[in-house]
C-alpha cells in the first residue's frame, strides 16, 4: 500500500464532503466532481440501504478515489462502521492490504489516477460543458496548488505512485472536452465567485460564462445577480420549450440534397418559415414536398403549408398524406425542449416514415450515454453528416425583428436513417457548405 501525501490546504470553492471525523478522507482528484445532491442522493442512498454496494470503494494514497457517494451512503445506512478497522494488517501492526469492499487503486494496471477519475466520471454523469470546465478548473488549481516537496519517499516494498504533474488549463480543458475558454471562466468562477454563484453553476443551473461575469462582482452582491440570471434562464427556455423556433440555413439542406437521395414524397413536421421546404422546391429532381406545424408561421395562401398540427400529439391521417402509395420521407429540424423533442420527433418520424428520415440538430445530442443506450441502440443511424462550416440557427423571432443571422457557435449534423441500409455500420461524414459561414439566403 502506497505511503500517504499530504496535500496542499483546501481551494476556495472546492467541493468538500461531509466526511466526519474517523471516516476516510476524499481524495482531492475525486473533489473536482460534486457529490450527488437532493432527490438523486435520497435515491441513491436508499438503493444503497436495500440492496448494498454494487461496486467497491477504491482508495489511494490513503484516501477515497472513487466511490465517496456509496462511502457515505453506506455509512448513513450501517453498512460500514467510520470506527472499524479496514486494513489487514502484518504481525507488527502495519497494514497490508484493505478490506472489502475497499480495495487499493492499482497504479500499475491504471495508471495515472487522473486519467482514471476524470474518464469514469464524465462516462457516468450527464454533466454539460459548465460542469465540466468546473471540473477542469479544480483539476488545474489542484495541481498548480501541489506542495510536491511534502511528498515522502515511498517505503521499499510500497506500490508505485504515479507520476505527479502540474496540468494547465489547456491540459484540463483536453481532458474534460471543453475549450480552454470555458476552464479559464471556471477558474475565475473558483476563485471570485461567491457560494452561491459557484454551486449555480455546479448543478448546472447557470452557465460558466454568465457565472464568471457575475463573479466579477463584489461577493455580497452576487447572490442577488445570481438569482436575476436563473430566473432569466429559466423565462428563456421556457419559451424555447413552448414555440420558439430555430431557423436552419437553407444552404443546410441544399447540401443535405446534394449527398442524399429522396424518393416518393417528403414532409417536415415543424417546418417554421419553410426552408426545409424551399431547399427541396429548389431542387431540380421534382421532389413533392409538403409542411406543417403546430402553429403557422407561412401566409395564408402557401399552397406547400398542409395545416396547423402538433406532431407529438394529433391524428397524422389529418394532415391528408398518401403515404401507402409512395414513400413518405420526413426532413426536420425539430424543436428542442431540452434535447427531449429532439428524440420523441425522431421516434415518431422513424414510426410514421416509409423512406429516409433526416434530422438537423446540434452535434452535442450524439453525446449521451442513455441515448447511446436507448435511441441509437434500438434504431442506429445509417449516416451522419457533420455541417461545416458552422451554422447559425437563430430564434425565428429573430429573423422576423429584421436581424442578419451572426457566425455560428454550435455544431450542428444531418442524422439520417435509411430503410435501404438497415443493418449496416453508420458512416460519418463531413458536409461542406457551398456558401460562407452557414449564413446566407436565411
Not at 460534486?34 to 470503494?57: C, N, P, Q, S, Y
Not at 445530442?365 to 451522419?384: C, D, M, N, Q, V
Request: proline letters at 7%.
Amino acid at each position: 500500500m502506497s505511503a500517504a501525501l499530504k496535500f496542499r490546504p483546501i481551494l476556495e470553492g472546492e467541493i468538500l464532503a461531509p466526511v466526519s471525523p474517523g471516516q476516510i478522507p476524499f481524495h482531492p482528484i475525486a473533489n473536482c466532481f460534486r457529490m450527488i445532491e437532493g432527490t438523486a442522493r435520497a435515491k441513491f442512498d436508499f438503493d444503497v440501504a436495500r440492496h448494498g454496494l454494487r461496486e467497491d470503494i477504491v482508495i489511494h494514497e490513503g484516501m477515497i478515489l472513487d466511490g465517496r457517494n456509496r462511502y457515505v451512503a453506506a455509512v448513513a445506512s450501517g453498512l460500514i462502521k467510520p470506527t472499524d478497522d479496514f486494513c489487514h494488517r502484518d504481525s507488527d501492526g502495519k497494514p497490508k492490504t484493505y478490506k472489502p469492499p475497499f480495495v487499493e487503486y492499482d497504479v500499475r494496471r491504471e495508471g495515472d489516477p487522473v486519467a482514471w477519475v476524470f474518464s469514469k466520471n464524465i462516462a457516468r454523469r450527464h454533466m454539460d460543458e459548465s460542469e465540466l470546465a468546473m471540473a477542469g478548473a479544480r483539476l488545474a488549481n489542484m495541481r498548480q496548488g501541489e506542495r510536491t516537496d511534502l511528498q515522502p519517499a515511498a517505503a521499499d516494498d510500497a506500490e508505485p505512485s504515479a507520476p505527479v504533474q502540474k496540468v494547465s488549463q489547456a491540459q484540463a480543458a483536453e481532458i474534460v472536452g471543453v475549450s480552454t475558454r470555458s476552464v479559464a471562466s471556471a477558474a475565475k468562477v473558483l476563485r471570485q465567485g461567491a457560494p452561491e454563484t459557484i454551486k449555480a453553476v455546479d448543478a448546472g443551473e447557470l452557465p460558466v460564462k454568465t457565472a464568471a461575469k457575475i463573479a466579477a462582482a463584489p461577493k455580497e452582491e452576487q447572490p442577488a445577480l445570481v438569482e436575476g440570471a436563473r430566473k432569466r434562464r429559466e423565462a428563456h427556455v421556457w419559451e424555447r420549450a413552448d414555440l420558439e423556433w430555430y431557423v436552419e440555413p437553407v444552404i443546410c439542406t441544399k447540401a443535405l440534397l446534394s449527398v442524399e437521395s429522396f424518393f416518393g414524397q417528403i414532409l417536415d413536421p415543424s417546418c417554421g418559415g419553410g426552408n426545409v421546404v424551399k431547399a427541396v422546391l429548389a431542387d431540380p429532381r421534382g421532389i413533392p414536398v409538403f409542411g406543417s406545424d403546430i402553429v403557422r408561421r407561412v401566409p395564408e395562401e402557401t399552397a406547400w403549408f398542409l395545416r396547423e398540427h402538433d406532431f407529438l400529439k394529433d391524428d397524422f391521417e389529418k394532415l391528408g398524406i398518401d403515404h401507402r402509395h409512395a414513400p413518405l420521407n420526413i426532413i426536420n429540424n425539430p424543436p428542442y425542449f431540452g434535447a427531449q423533442g429532439t428524440e420523441d420527433f425522431i421516434r415518431k418520424a422513424l414510426s410514421l416514415a416509409t423512406g429516409k428520415v433526416a434530422i438537423f440538430t446540434e452535434l452535442r445530442f450524439l453525446g449521451s450515454k442513455s441515448r447511446a443506450e436507448g435511441l441509437f441502440r434500438e434504431h442506429p443511424p445509417t449516416r451522419i453528416h457533420i455541417v461545416l462550416p458552422r451554422p447559425s440557427c437563430p430564434p425565428g423571432t429573430y429573423i422576423e425583428a429584421g436581424h442578419k443571422p451572426q457566425g455560428g457557435t454550435a455544431d450542428w449534423c444531418w442524422i439520417v436513417w435509411d430503410r435501404e441500409a438497415i443493418g449496416m455500420p453508420t458512416q460519418f461524414n463531413w458536409l461542406v457548405m457551398e456558401e460562407d459561414n452557414g449564413r446566407t439566403d436565411i
